[in-house]
Nanobody, 125 residues
């Protein structure tokens, strides 16, 4: 069973930065693309960023492009999301997820078959 555990959330002022991390169990971490999603109260879970199994390609939602950076360390089984220039509309619970694919960067929730428990990010104005 794959387990994903997020950390690094918190409260930050607008314009500030946070770095989220996700630790994954299992020996085949590098075989799978990873993604970050977020869900604000009353809204559907939405795609934020994804990275291929070897870390060679990334993809971002338009709303975070240029502000957020996804990265991974396959030796440590971790994936991170560096969030800069945060805005109040970035407030949400952030989830990391493991894709069923190695190379395809999917934006749909259904393409990911393992999820973490989420970490709250709150950006005050």
């Amino acid at each position: 069973q794959v387990q994903l555990v997020e950390s690094g959330g918190g409260l930050v002022q607008a314009g500030g930065s946070l770095r989220l991390s996700c630790a994954a169990s299992g020996r085949t971490f590098s075989n799978y693309a990873m993604g970050w999603f977020r869900q604000a109260p009353g809204k559907e879970r939405e795609f934020v960023a994804a990275i291929t199994g070897n870390g060679g390609r990334t993809f971002y939602a338009d709303s975070v492009k240029g502000r957020f950076t996804i990265s991974r360390d396959n030796a440590k089984n971790t994936v991170s999301l560096q969030m800069n220039s945060l805005k109040p509309e970035d407030t949400a619970v952030y989830y990391c997820a493991r894709s069923a694919s190695t190379w395809t960067l999917n934006v749909g929730v259904s393409a990911y078959n393992y999820w973490g428990q989420g970490t709250q990010v709150t950006v005050s104005s």
